[in-house]
C-alpha cells in the first residue's frame, strides 16, 4: 500500500480588521508579540533573520522569505517542538524547514488570513506526524489569538 505524507497545514479566517492592520499584526514587532510570541530580536523584512522567543520553550530563529504589505508575508523555520525543544540559533536553510505563509484578502467584514505552512513531507521520517500534530494543534491556537488580537483591539 502506497501511503502519502501531509505536507502542509492550512488555516483561514476573517477578521474585522483592514489587510493593513492585519499585516502589521504579523510583521511588526511590538505587535507580533501581543499574539504569538514574549519576544522578538530583528525585523520582519525580506532576507532577515529575526529571532522569536517562546520564553520557556526556547528562542527561534527564523528566515524571512516575502514581505509583501500588504497581502503577504511568509518565512522559513525549524520545527521546533520536535526537532529542536529548545530553540534554534542556526541557518535555518541549512536544516530541515518548513514555508510558513500568510496570505491576505479583502472580504466584506474585514481580512480573510489565510494561513499555509507547507514542507512537512520533506522533514526527517521520524518527526513527520509530531510535527503535523503538533502544528496543527498549535496553528489552531496561534490563529485563534490572532483573531482574539485584531477583534477585541
Given at each position: 500500500m502506497n501511503s502519502v505524507i501531509q505536507d502542509s497545514i492550512e488555516k483561514e479566517i476573517v477578521v474585522r480588521a483592514s489587510m493593513e492592520r492585519v499585516y502589521a499584526a504579523l510583521t511588526t514587532p511590538d505587535?507580533?508579540?501581543?499574539?504569538?510570541?514574549?519576544?522578538v530580536e530583528g525585523k520582519f523584512?525580506?532576507?532577515?533573520?529575526?529571532?522569536?522567543?517562546?520564553?520557556?520553550?526556547?528562542?527561534f530563529k527564523i528566515y524571512v522569505v516575502a514581505a509583501n504589505p500588504y497581502d503577504y508575508f511568509a518565512y522559513r523555520c525549524v520545527p521546533g517542538s520536535v526537532y529542536c525543544p529548545q530553540?534554534?540559533?542556526?541557518?535555518?536553510?541549512?536544516?530541515?524547514?518548513?514555508?510558513?505563509?500568510?496570505t491576505l484578502e479583502t472580504v466584506e467584514g474585514g481580512t480573510k488570513v489565510h494561513l499555509k505552512e507547507s514542507g512537512i513531507a520533506s522533514l526527517p521520517a521520524e518527526i513527520i506526524v509530531q510535527t503535523l500534530t503538533g502544528n496543527d494543534a498549535g496553528w489552531d491556537f496561534m490563529i485563534n489569538r490572532l483573531e482574539e488580537y485584531l477583534n477585541n483591539e
Open positions: 505587535q507580533f508579540v501581543k499574539w504569538f510570541s514574549v519576544g523584512d525580506t532576507g532577515e533573520r529575526p529571532v522569536v522567543d517562546f520564553g520557556e520553550y526556547g528562542k530553540g534554534f540559533l542556526g541557518d535555518v536553510l541549512e536544516e530541515p524547514n518548513t514555508l510558513v505563509e500568510f
